[in-house]
């Protein structure tokens, strides 16, 4: 794991996610009021690190909104 997704995951477990890998690899994050996304464990493209965290981040502000 790359120190990149391990403190996302820290920043994430902080905030009240729980996150679990997969059977199959995968990293499954799961927010406090039923929120998912997910990402692969060794992403073949830098861009998915990204998408994680704008996913992440939407998911939140439509908590806050709601």
Known sequence: MNKDL?????????????????GRGHWCFKGPHGELAYTAGTPSDWRSFHNLKAKLNREERRIDVV
């Open 6 to 22: 391990k403190t996302l995951i820290q920043k994430y477990r902080e905030r009240g996610w729980t996150i679990d890998k997969t």
